[in-house]
T-cell receptor
Framework: EAGVAQSPRYKIIEKRQSVAFWCNPI?????LYWYQQILGQGPKLLIQ????????DSQLPKDRFSAERLKGVDSTLKIQPAKLEDSAVYLC????????????FGEGSRLTVL | KQEVTQIPAALSVPEGENLVLNCSFT??????LQWFRQDPGKGLTSLLL?????REQTSGRLNASLDKSSGRSTLYIAASQPGDSATYLC???????????FGPGTRLSVLP
């Protein structure tokens, strides 16, 4: 079974530029999450989708971050304009539509903002 | 609001030693708790998931326990190997639909 796929693995941009990350969850997983992980910290939830609807985006900085999940499968996370403090690893995770909610993560996309 | 802590932040042990990693959470109304491993530059790999009704789960050399009343979970690693060197994170999921809250992790080094 293929795991969660993410791209790009690495991205370096200058502040005020824009960037987009892509995620393809495990086939059949209804729930998709985007997390931000700053070096030395645990992941922090940015947004949760159930199929193609947003369940929780309370911690998403909506003035600069946006995310969508097309047709309930792939998802894109965009940052525009980027700030220095956005330098982090952006992790995508998916979960089957069962109540136990076990999380399965991708390899992550490492963003460096100069 | 749930807070999850992991102490120590880093641990170094000689190969072959049995060890325990600790995870503490402030709100005992959890639905389940998941342990992960993260290698440098990689994503998180799920190790064990314990439901709130369970006391422990085992997978190979790993055993995770859960004590909701004391707000603690432990991950026991038997006969540690250099390949076990990684950061270990725990995350708890709330009983009322709240999402997983992650601890900061314990960085483990197993020396040959």
């Amino acid at each position: 079974e293929a795991g969660v796929a993410q791209s790009p693995r690495y991205k370096i941009i200058e502040k005020r530029q824009s960037v987009a990350f892509w995620c393809n969850p495990i086939s059949g997983h209804a729930t998709l999450y985007w997390y931000q992980q700053i070096l030395g910290q645990g992941p922090k939830l940015l947004i949760q989708f159930q199929n193609n609807g947003v369940v929780d985006d309370s911690q998403l900085p909506k003035d600069r971050f946006s995310a969508e999940r097309l047709k309930g499968v792939d998802s894109t996370l965009k940052i525009q304009p980027a700030k220095l403090e956005d330098s982090a690893v952006y992790l995508c995770a998916s979960s089957p539509q069962t109540r136990n909610g076990e999380l399965f993560f991708g390899e992550g996309s490492r963003l460096t903002v100069l | 609001k749930q807070e999850v802590t992991q102490i120590p932040a880093a641990l170094s042990v000689p190969e072959g030693e049995n060890l325990v990693l600790n995870c503490s959470f402030t709100d005992s109304a959890i639905y389940n708790l998941q342990w992960f491993r993260q290698d440098p530059g990689k994503g998180l790999t799920s190790l064990l998931l314990i439901q709130s009704s369970q006391r422990e789960q085992t997978s190979g050399r790993l055993n995770a326990s859960l004590d909701k009343s004391s707000g603690r979970s432990t991950l026991y690693i038997a006969a540690s190997q250099p390949g076990d060197s990684a950061t270990y994170l725990c995350a708890s999921k709330g009983n009322y639909g709240q999402n997983f809250v992650f601890g900061p992790g314990t960085r483990l080094s197993v020396l040959p």
